[in-house]
């Protein structure tokens, strides 16, 4: 979760598909209400929907976080007219699903409550989505959160933590009252809602506490943050001087306990997220740098003295996902001990998301070390800022014995930008003390918009190296590499060998010293 999903906004599960047409026939939510009755009694869970959106339903999708990450049931959706049919039969306990789509005349998004057969009813109107039929109630609880509560999202970190923390504290305690006013209003006595919404009311909280947001959405007013840049906000805050941080004021209450509700892996993405990071950051005594072979060992050790069952095995697979995701073992001294945390335990995974997430960083960790084939090197395109086409083989003959860092990004990514800003000097410093040279590579897809922003930002990119790919990610050099996200760096040896095809980012600045130094003693 620490990256920016091309095509995605921030934390917000959103993918745009296509779908399946099927006849003429429109329903309407009267008939829509027949059927409900007829189900009634079976196992699997029937979703129905309209819109007076047209576009809504092509993109409308339904997530089911009780897999590693997030399943996505496209695959099951059926469009008949203005309205639309989900079938799901591997629902086999309550919890909740979110719906997510876009449309015309805007963004669309809830959490729905299901259990073994129930029959769902939606409706899109007037840019908003509600929820009709038994348990509307239950279904519309987010959606009138939203509109009755302030948003984290508007909540900008601006240096100051503490001041940053008591805004989360405020927003947090007016959605416990609107929650708790929800339940007494409208009678409701279901346990396991109640538990649910409870769980992820508390880890939603506990993660923008974690997760300080500091980076503007394309200038929407709304804020995002990333995993693992907690200690380095921190560090930034408050230096090495006189100020002192102290975590257990500022994580007040925070118990272990907090993390071992598996239920909440159904639930609350938010738990899924913060588990890992409040392991590495918060209960983990370890004083090791993150992201290390030592911290990588003792993170393990830790989870497995203090998790079991379901909740030991995604923390296992999410510590084995986070530490690949920031380019662990992508270099001789590390990949054994990745792929040895990966060969105990991948067995031991009884969930097909989890096998395939272990799969396919095997496969990652497997090119180590490799040569871009020809078609990458050679026949993908790139036009630097004058104008004149050129190739990455092209760049890579100008200058010999040089350690390169490829740096993918865009003019569309706040967390790009971000970094190329707060990223100079350390970068000037490499250039001159490690002779490392840094090629910008734009994947986006309008010319004039990566022209302005890179004229913006030129004080801080090295104007001789900027280019933008045509074709973006869909080309020979990004298939080759991979390039699903950005921000993204790729370093490459002296040899134009890719030493880590997932570096960690520049800003920072002791672990990236850390891995120029080892390439450097290397050759």
Request: with cysteine.
């Given at each position: 979760m620490g990256l920016l999903k091309i095509n995605g906004l921030l934390l917000v599960l959103l993918f745009s598909v296509g779908c399946e047409k099927a006849g003429a026939r429109k329903d309407t939510f009267q008939n829509l209400d027949t059927l409900q009755d007829k189900r009634t009694g079976t196992q699997k869970v029937w979703i129905f929907g309209k819109s007076n959106d047209d576009t809504s339903l092509n993109t409308l999708n339904l997530n089911d976080g009780a897999v590693l990450f997030y399943k996505n049931y496209f695959s099951k959706k059926k469009l008949y007219g203005d309205s639309l049919r989900i079938v799901l039969d591997s629902i086999t306990s309550s919890r909740f699903l979110r719906i997510s789509g876009f449309g015309t005349f805007g963004f669309y998004r809830g959490r729905v409550f299901i259990s073994p057969g129930d029959t769902i009813i939606f409706e899109i109107k007037n840019k908003k989505i509600s929820f009709h039929g038994k348990n509307a109630i239950l279904n519309n609880f987010y959606t009138q959160l939203e509109e009755n509560t302030s948003s984290y999202y508007s909540n900008q970190y601006k240096g100051n933590i503490l001041a940053y923390k008591k805004v989360v504290d405020s927003i947090y305690k007016s959605k416990q009252g609107f929650f708790k006013e929800y339940l007494n209003k409208n009678k409701i006595v279901s346990e396991s809602f109640s538990n649910a919404v409870e769980g992820d009311l508390r880890q939603s909280y506990l993660y923008e506490l974690m997760t300080p947001r500091?980076?503007?959405?394309?200038?929407?007013?709304?804020?995002?943050?990333?995993?693992?840049?907690?200690?380095?906000?921190?560090?930034?805050?408050?230096?090495?001087?006189?100020?002192?941080?102290?975590?257990?004021?500022?994580?007040?209450?925070?118990?272990?306990n907090d993390f071992k509700d598996s239920t909440l892996l159904d639930n609350s993405l938010a738990?899924?997220?913060?588990?890992?990071?409040?392991?590495?950051?918060?209960?983990?005594?370890?004083?090791?740098?993150?992201?290390?072979?030592?911290?990588?060992m003792a993170e393990k050790k830790f989870i497995e003295k203090n998790f079991e069952g379901k909740m030991k095995k995604y923390a296992i697979a999410r510590m084995i996902h986070d530490y690949e995701m920031k380019g662990f073992g992508y270099s001789k001294n590390n990949i054994k001990e990745l792929k040895a945390v990966i060969k105990e335990y991948e067995n031991q995974f009884t969930d097909q998301s989890y096998k395939d997430e272990m799969v396919k960083i095997n496969k990652n960790l497997d090119v180590f070390n490799f040569k871009l084939p020809d078609a990458a090197l050679n026949i993908t395109k790139l036009i630097s800022l004058t104008g004149d086409t050129i190739t990455l083989n092209d760049i890579f003959k100008r200058s010999n014995k040089r350690?390169?860092?490829?740096?993918?990004?865009?003019?569309?990514?706040?967390?790009?930008?971000?970094?190329?800003?707060?990223?100079?000097?350390?970068?000037?410093?490499?250039?001159?003390?490690?002779?490392?040279?840094?090629?910008?590579?734009?994947?986006?897809e309008d010319k004039e918009k990566w022209l302005k922003t890179s004229h913006q930002l030129s004080e801080f990119l090295n104007v001789r190296n900027q280019y933008l790919i045509l074709g973006g990610k869909n080309t020979s050099l990004g298939d080759a590499l991979k390039v699903n996200w950005i921000p993204r760096y790729v370093i490459f040896n002296t040899k134009n060998e890719i030493v880590l095809e997932n570096a960690p980012r520049p800003s920072d600045t002791l672990m990236y010293k850390k891995i120029i130094d080892e390439i450097s003693l290397r050759e």
């Open positions: 500091h980076i503007e959405a394309n200038n929407l007013g709304l804020y995002g943050g990333e995993p693992d840049e907690f200690m380095m906000l921190i560090n930034n805050e408050f230096g090495y001087g006189e100020n002192f941080f102290d975590s257990k004021s500022y994580f007040i209450d925070v118990k272990l738990f899924k997220l913060n588990i890992n990071q409040f392991i590495r950051y918060y209960f983990n005594s370890s004083t090791s740098e993150p992201f290390t072979k030592e911290a990588l350690v390169r860092v490829i740096n993918f990004w865009a003019s569309w990514c706040p967390p790009c930008i971000d970094e190329i800003r707060k990223g100079k000097d350390f970068k000037d410093k490499l250039i001159v003390e490690k002779d490392v040279e840094w090629i910008y590579l734009s994947i986006d």
